[in-house]
């Protein structure tokens, strides 16, 4: 789904690195609403025990037809299994990527936490950068939040 990210430090300074940049956000911006999806169909099953259309919508802020066509799209990239008046299960694809998710949320959310934003800020604020950080930040704040939480 995600291409292999080139590290932008090991480009020159200048258009190439500029380039890779917003390619990055441009690859980070097409799975972000995937990785949304999944991850939210993993937590309703973990909170109610299935997954519905209706329940996405509703949680996601957006039509049934707007997440019923999202749905679809999952399915088609292997990520979910749907049936028409059925639930909707995560393949071994679409957990793997729900768990990844879930994983950078939490590294995120519990970072800006460390650094005094407040809950609500913490949980709207990580909810779109867990997406568009790197891994080499991601590390950073873990390192960083460690550091934060020893003091």
Same mark, same amino acid.
């Given at each position: 789904?995600?291409?292999?990210?080139?590290?932008?430090d090991s480009l020159p300074a200048?258009?190439?690195?500029?380039?890779?940049?917003?390619?990055?956000?441009?690859?980070?911006h097409s799975t972000e609403m995937?990785?949304?999806?999944?991850?939210?169909?993993?937590?309703?099953?973990?909170?109610?025990?299935?997954?519905?259309?209706?329940?996405?919508?509703?949680?996601?802020?957006? /039509?049934? @037809?707007?997440? !019923?066509?999202?749905?679809?799209?999952? $399915? #088609?990239?292997?990520? &979910?299994?749907?049936?028409?008046?059925?639930?909707?299960?995560? /393949?071994? @694809?679409?957990? !793997?990527?729900?768990?990844?998710?879930? $994983? #950078?949320?939490?590294? &995120?959310?519990?970072?800006?936490?460390?650094?005094?934003?407040?809950?609500?800020?913490?949980? !709207?604020?990580?909810?779109?950068?867990?997406?568009?950080?790197?891994?080499?930040?991601?590390?950073?704040?873990?390192?960083?939040?460690?550091?934060?939480?020893?003091?």
């Amino acid at each position: 789904m995600t291409q292999a990210k080139i590290p932008l430090d090991s480009l020159p300074a200048g258009p190439a690195r500029r380039a890779a940049a917003f390619q990055r956000m441009r690859d980070a911006h097409s799975t972000e609403m995937a990785e949304d999806y999944v991850e939210l169909i993993g937590d309703l099953i973990a909170e109610m025990g299935e997954a519905r259309l209706t329940d996405l919508a509703e949680n996601l802020g957006v /039509t049934h @037809a707007t997440a !019923a066509k999202v749905v679809q799209r999952l $399915a #088609r990239e292997g990520l &979910v299994e749907s049936r028409p008046y059925r639930s909707i299960f995560l /393949t071994e @694809a679409g957990q !793997a990527m729900a768990s990844t998710s879930r $994983a #950078r949320h939490k590294i &995120v959310h519990d970072f800006l936490l460390a650094i005094g934003v407040s809950e609500a800020n913490a949980d !709207a604020d990580a909810e779109g950068m867990e997406h568009h950080v790197s891994d080499e930040t991601l590390a950073v704040f873990v390192r960083m939040t460690e550091r934060m939480r020893k003091v």
